[in-house]
């Protein structure tokens, strides 16, 4: 079960964010989305993605932290897009770059508490996050981040495991994805970045497949118990038989013969039912028939 866009709008900036966690947040959208160019002699700042939620977040957050004049659109009905050039691109430069250059644009070396982590990897995942939990045909436990280039991967672990979180690298052609795949860990996650109401899906469809794993514990352990109850049904039938037809059955005595007629007469009964119709202990008819079987066999 794709639950990407669920998660997407459940972590997008709220009202209680303050400014350091803002641009935690757009620092993020930056990294994962961002390209610098330059154009007539000016640099530019652009950010792109498929999805317009991203793209439209870091264009508020922008126009809140820094008031530039941003440029905002779509290119062909597929790609939606931010750029900001000249004195805006430099504004922006100048709050996400940490004054290391705008090669660092994004980088979390600034992130100073958890809150600023938490608001930096909702960025992270609204711009090119996905999670996937199982559904009733079945699947596995996923969440991905996706990163351009190994470096920028490992800082994002490295932050994450600084919040108690260990996730896992791997590659995707020029990406890395940071990832966790275990039902602890994908919940976890979803924890860190205030995404409730996915936690709370997450513990409905575990709680739902433990039940359908008991019922099926408990189905699968009827049928061998049927199973058992009518080859062991069948093995007494044939020792009978084998009794009447050695001549053995007359010499039985009378208990025995009960017995045997009994289950003749109910093939199908369990030990617990032939017991009741016959008004003796369960244990009492296991005995009578144990030594019919044994003297048919033999």
């Known amino acids: 079960m794709n639950i990407t866009e669920q998660v997407k709008q459940q972590i997008l900036p709220g009202g209680e964010d303050r400014r350091p966690e803002r641009r935690a947040y757009l ?3 930056v990294k994962c989305l961002g390209s610098i160019g330059i154009s007539g002699g000016k640099t530019f700042l652009e950010l792109e993605s498929k999805n317009n939620l991203p793209v439209i977040t870091a264009v508020s957050l922008i126009k ?7 440029e905002y659109g779509s290119r062909g009905g597929r790609n939606y897009y931010v750029r900001a050039e000249g004195d805006a691109a430099a504004e922006i430069f100048s709050l996400v770059g940490q004054g290391k250059g705008i090669t660092d644009l994004g980088d979390t070396d600034a992130i100073n508490s958890r809150t600023e982590a938490a608001a930096y990897a909702r960025g992270a995942f609204l711009a090119s996050g996905s999670a996937y939990i ?15 280039g190994e470096e920028a991967a490992n800082e994002f672990k490295k932050l994450l495991a600084r919040c108690a979180l260990q996730l896992q690298i791997a590659q995707k052609g020029n990406y890395s994805s940071v990832y966790a795949k275990s039902e602890s860990a994908v919940s976890d996650v979803l924890a860190f970045l205030g995404a409730v109401e996915s936690v709370m899906l997450i513990a409905d469809v575990s709680a739902r497949r433990e039940t359908n794993n008991s019922i099926n514990r408990a189905v699968n352990c009827t049928s061998a118990n049927i199973n058992k109850s009518v080859a062991t049904a069948a093995r007494q039938l044939t020792a009978i038989e084998n009794l009447k037809n050695s001549g053995e059955f007359e010499k039985l005595d009378d208990k025995l013969k009960e017995t045997c007629s009994a289950r003749e007469e109910h093939p199908d009964a369990t030990l617990e039912e032939l017991a009741e119709i016959m008004g003796i202990s369960k244990s009492g008819l296991n005995h009578r028939l144990a030594k019919i079987t044994a003297l048919g066999e033999k």
């Not at 809140?64 to 941003?70: D, I, K």
């Not at 009733?136 to 981040?145: C, K, Q, S, V």
């Open 134 to 148: 199982p559904s009733e045909d079945g699947g596995g436990y996923h969440l991905e981040i996706l990163f351009f």
């Open 27 to 29: 620092c993020a959208l």
């Open 64 to 70: 809140e932290l820094t008031g530039a004049s941003v």
